[in-house]
């Protein structure tokens, strides 16, 4: 889903899948360069986070994030993400869980 901002397309965001049988689902955010550092991100991980509060066939967000990415990270922090683990991706490297 495009990611708004002023009438512009500052980035996407959405859920990587559909809800698993267990009722979890990874949200994705990402944002234009211009825009980064205006919360746009945060804003839609907010969005993201309440959308999912009202559907019933989710009951847990996931999210990763590359282990160098601060910004993303303290995105997910302020949006009550809580850090749960690592793993390796053999493209991205170490990824925050």
């Known amino acids: ?25 990874e949200i994705g955010h990402d944002v234009v360069t211009a825009r980064r550092g205006q919360r746009p991100a945060t804003r839609a991980v907010a969005a993201m986070v309440a959308q999912a509060g009202a559907d019933r066939r989710i009951s847990r967000l996931g999210a990763e994030t590359t282990a160098d990415n601060l910004a993303s990270r303290r995105v997910l922090e302020k949006n009550g993400f809580l850090r749960v683990g690592t793993r390796t991706d053999p493209e991205e490297g170490p990824l925050i869980l």
């Not at 889903?1 to 689902?25: I, N």
Request: proline residues 4%.
């Open 1 to 25: 889903m495009r990611l708004l901002e002023a009438g512009e397309v500052a980035g996407l965001r959405g859920y990587k899948q559909c809800p698993s049988a267990d009722g979890t689902v």
